[in-house]
């Protein structure tokens, strides 16, 4: 199994297991578009997503780095007239 498919597998098990987490990055990134950002960064997203489910949690789960390109692509493709709000790169590890 490669580096990219252990990453797939955790971030698709964090997903499965806290679908929250997408729906509060997805919330804050429409809350930037609706203040008139055109591109923004996902790492800032996922760290105020951290914040707000440190607080509401009570630090029960943790959100790992690698995942957040795995947000920004999902959030992209489920929001393709926001395709390129958040800047990707090919992914290595594939």
């Given at each position: 199994?490669?580096?990219?498919?252990?990453?797939?597998?955790?971030?698709?098990?964090?997903?499965?297991?806290?679908?929250?987490?997408?729906?509060?990055?997805?919330?804050?990134?429409?809350?930037?578009?609706?203040?008139?950002?055109?591109?923004?960064?996902?790492?800032?997203?996922?760290?105020r997503v951290r914040?707000?489910?440190?607080?509401?949690?009570?630090?029960?789960?943790?959100?790992?780095?690698?995942?957040?390109?795995?947000?920004?692509?999902?959030?992209?493709?489920?929001?393709?007239?926001?395709?390129?709000?958040?800047?990707?790169?090919?992914?290595?590890?594939?």
């Amino acid at each position: 199994m490669s580096r990219y498919d252990q990453l797939e597998l955790g971030f698709k098990n964090l997903h499965a297991t806290h679908p929250e987490i997408y729906d509060i990055f997805e919330k804050f990134t429409f809350d930037l578009i609706g203040l008139k950002f055109k591109r923004y960064s996902a790492d800032a997203v996922m760290h105020r997503v951290r914040w707000e489910t440190e607080v509401s949690s009570g630090g029960n789960f943790k959100i790992n780095n690698n995942f957040v390109a795995f947000y920004a692509r999902l959030f992209m493709q489920n929001n393709p007239q926001h395709a390129g709000f958040f800047e990707t790169r090919v992914q290595g590890s594939k």
